[in-house]
């Protein structure tokens, strides 16, 4: 008599390569999925850096007051944005990310100066 079903064991060591195929995948799919989030917190940290550029021709200085900047408007996303620091010569601003959605933004944080080199800083 000739069985066709598959054995315990065969169940199992099906489950077992599986399992480990999950562990593989879905950290490597989550990293994917964060890197448009990252895009868009990039440009618009080059978008800040523009228009500190337009406000210190105008006024003489940088900003630290991100609302005073009159050629940028936020991105609503998972990034906060801000001004770290400012005066005539220098600034700062930073991208604060919440990307796992728990409202505290500090999984990500990318800053960018007046040179225009965006650096990660967590």
Known sequence: MENRAFTVIELLIMVGVMSAILLIALPMHAMRAKRPDRAQAKAQLYAIKDAE??????YGSYTDDIKRLSNWRPVLGKYQFRIRTADYTQFVAQAEGDLNNDKVYD?????IDQTGAVKKVK
Do not use: N
């Open 107 to 111: 999984d990500d944080i990318w800053a």
């Open 53 to 58: 550029e337009s406000h210190k021709l105008q």
